[in-house]
Nanobody
Framework: QVQLVESGGGLVQAGGSLRISCAAS????????MAWFRQAPGKEREFVAG????????YYADSVKGRFTISRDNAENTVYLRMNSLKPEDTAVYYC????????????????WGQGTRVTVSS
């Protein structure tokens, strides 16, 4: 069982940067592949970035590639999403998710979800 708690969201101007975090409970955090998804108002939840348990593999949605960086600290049971060059279209609630399976871009592959943190990018 893993509990996930996101933090660090807020209001930022377009072009700015923000780092959001996801703290996980449980001693097996290092066994999970982790991902960030986001959901904008009126839209479906979409994959943003993912990282394998060892950090050896990362994967990004085309819309954020080159601007966002996912990382994890297994000693701190935390996964991060650094977001640079933010755009108004990045406005959404960002969720972190965990899976014991392989890294995936599909939300249905993830077993555990946080409550989300809201990111608002003003133009």
């Amino acid at each position: 069982q893993v509990q996930l708690v996101e933090s660090g969201g807020g209001l930022v101007q377009a072009g700015g940067s923000l780092r959001i975090s996801c703290a996980a409970s449980g001693r097996t955090f290092s066994s999970y592949a982790m991902a960030w998804f986001r959901q904008a108002p009126g839209k479906e939840r979409e994959f943003v970035a993912g990282i394998s348990w060892s950090s050896s593999r990362t994967y990004y949605a085309d819309s954020v590639k080159g601007r966002f960086t996912i990382s994890r600290d297994n000693a701190e049971n935390t996964v991060y999403l650094r977001m640079n060059s933010l755009k108004p279209e990045d406005t959404a609630v960002y969720y972190c998710a965990a899976t014991m399976g392989i890294l995936s871009t599909e939300a249905r592959s993830y077993d555990y979800w946080g409550q989300g943190t809201r990111v608002t990018v003003s133009s």
